[in-house]
């Protein structure tokens, strides 16, 4: 969605959204020098608006937030990727990096 039509479902002022993204709040897609918002933008800026009108955070308050929900995101991919190669390996190789996990003993040793 464009910037204009973004605002209006976002219920958001242009100056609001500008210092939003000047703080790194709202990271928009950019094609062709023209930025483009998603659902995933709308549900940043809802989540912004409950921080501050719900909850009464502040500014600095918001970025904590918003950076930890990122890192959040991140660990999840890096654990999905994870889980995608240990799939990928064979049943021997998954049992022995499960038995390490719950402290077992290696059913075969690594050579």
């Known amino acids: 969605m464009d910037e204009r039509e973004f605002l209006s479902r976002a219920d958001l002022r242009a100056d609001a959204l500008q210092i939003w993204l000047d703080t790194g709040w709202i990271l928009p897609t950019f094609r062709e020098g023209v930025c483009h918002y998603f659902e995933i933008d709308l549900a940043r800026a809802q989540l912004i608006h409950d921080l501050q009108r719900d909850v009464g955070i502040n500014d600095d308050g918001i ?10 995101g991140g660990l999840r991919q890096v654990l999905r990727e994870v889980l995608r190669a240990l799939q990928a390996q064979p049943d021997a190789i998954r049992r022995q990096i499960a038995d390490g996990m719950r402290g077992e003993e290696p059913i075969m040793k690594a050579h």
């Open 63 to 72: 970025a904590v937030v918003l950076d930890l929900i990122d890192q959040v």
